[in-house]
């Protein structure tokens, strides 16, 4: 867990974290795969790894990268609450990761069900997955929502549950409808970072990093890899010292 003292320290951590993995898993296997996350809290992160100024853009051999992400809303990919639409404006369209290695989920699609089966088509493909097999993303970067949620996986919903398939379908009332990768996705990664800022996420991370809690977040524990939490001071406010 890290405890980021400043906006500016939040966004390096992360970036140098993002960086770092990325090294590591083409140094170890040949390419890195990342899911990312969406929400606010990762755009400094993301714009910090683009920066042409920061040290950690030249580590990453783009190359070698891929890029998929862990959740999207049913919306189309240049609307303002797109996962896809975020990420490309502050990262994929400012590094050189080649196109057709870029995977988003498909939100425009209005059968969400149907996006998500398309999607686990393509982490089949890209991990080239056998039958009953889970991909093992390099890094997944994940948020968490002042209600524990993570991804798309919010508390009560049956996604949250989920334990056969690696996406699924999430339906939202009010919507718009989501798409998320399933717990056991994230639970088979070899490291899972959270982003956590704001004071709206304080008591949810209590919660979570305190133990015993049954919210999604706190179901999230890399059976053979890293748990990695990056807070900032508010987010972090309510943590026993
Ligand atoms: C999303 C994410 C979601 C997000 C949290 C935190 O697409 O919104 O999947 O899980 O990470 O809700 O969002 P903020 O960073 O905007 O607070």
Known sequence: MHIAPSRQAFADAGAAEFARRARE?????????????????????YA?????????????????????????????????????RMASETLLRHVPVPE??????RGENPDSQRAAEEYEEILRDVFRLGAGEWPRFDLVLLG?????????????????????RLVTEVRRNPGP??????LPVLNNAAAVLFLVSGAS????????????????AAQVRP????????????????LPR
Do not use: M
């Open 25 to 45: 898993a083409v140094e170890g296997h040949g390419r890195f795969c990342v899911a990312l996350a969406g929400g606010a809290t990762p755009r400094s992160v």
């Open 48 to 84: 910090r790894v683009a920066d042409r100024q920061s040290p950690y853009r030249a580590q990453i051999h783009w190359a070698r990268t891929w890029v998929l992400f862990g959740d999207e809303r049913q919306v189309a990919p240049d609307h303002d609450e797109s996962n896809f």
């Open 100 to 105: 057709e290695q870029v995977h988003r989920i």
């Open 144 to 164: 968490l929502g002042a209600d524990g949620h993570t991804a798309s996986l919010f508390p009560g919903s049956p996604a949250a549950r989920e334990t056969a």
């Open 177 to 182: 409808d989501r798409i998320t990768l399933t």
């Open 201 to 216: 996420k304080a008591e949810a991370a209590r919660q979570v990093l305190g133990g015993g809690s049954d919210l999604p």
């Open 223 to 238: 059976e053979r890899g890293d748990l990695l939490w990056l807070l900032d001071g508010d987010a972090a406010a309510a």
